[in-house]
């Protein structure tokens, strides 16, 4: 099956940086998404991106489906940006959903 | 638009025990999903459905069962309760297979 890798596994920033999340996976794949889930476990889509660059206010990401890898970048970090991020893959043939385990993110006043 | 509810929110269940978990969606999405989380992992897909009247097997589809006799409801049982069931459950809906999906709060099951 696919691997799903995030990297890093933890992050703690001074609010007003700027940071960058990395999800890296195996093989190809047909979709891509990125997740939020705020610190009272509410789950929230923030991109749909098999490739390309789409960007949502501070946030944006990058996903370069022929290197495998998608970026997430947060500028100007708040602290209700806190939080655990998750990328998830799809591919058509396997007909399976794979999420990564995950960057938790702390902001800090 | 209330988006994706769930019910109930907490629910403690003795092994063996049944129960099912209901799930409503007011965005008319065709596709709907059980999820189950535990500690310190992320997501995996239990069942799906791609519309009224069917379901599919996910990633870990085994000790539930599922059905979607309306669209807008998405239901997941459990017949024989054990404590590897312990877990938070989130139900989704989306207008494409895995496109932008939209999560309900989540339902925490422990099983003793």
């Known amino acids: 099956g696919i691997q799903v890798e995030q990297s890093p596994p933890d992050l703690i920033l001074q609010e007003g940086a700027n940071s960058t999340l990395r999800c890296n996976f195996s093989?190809?794949?047909?979709?891509l998404q990125w997740f939020h889930q705020n610190p009272w476990g509410q789950l929230i889509n923030l991109f749909y991106?098999?490739?390309g660059t789409k960007q949502n206010g501070r946030l944006s990401a990058t996903t370069v489906a022929t290197e495998r890898y998608s970026l997430l970048y947060i500028s100007s970090s708040q602290t209700t940006d806190s939080g655990v991020y998750f990328c998830a893959v799809y591919k058509t043939s396997y007909d399976k959903v794979i999420f990564g385990p995950g960057t938790s993110l702390s902001v800090i006043p | 638009n209330a988006g994706v509810t769930q019910t109930p929110k907490f629910r403690v269940l003795k092994t063996g025990q049944s129960m099912t978990l209901l799930c409503a969606q007011d965005?008319?999405?065709?596709?709907m999903y059980w999820y189950r989380q535990d500690p310190g992992m992320g997501l995996r897909l239990i069942h799906y459905s791609v519309g009224e009247g069917t379901t599919a097997k996910g990633e870990v589809p085994d000790g539930y069962n599922v059905s979607r006799l309306k669209k807008q409801n998405f239901l997941l049982g459990l017949e024989s309760a054990a404590p590897s069931q312990t877990s938070v459950y989130f139900c989704?809906?989306?207008?494409?297979?895995?496109?932008?999906?939209?999560f309900g709060p989540g339902t925490r099951l422990t099983v003793t």
């Open positions: 965005m008319n999405h065709e596709y």
């Open positions: 991106i098999p490739s």
């Open positions: 989704a809906s989306s207008s494409g297979l895995y496109y932008e999906q939209y």
């Open positions: 093989d190809s794949v047909n979709n």
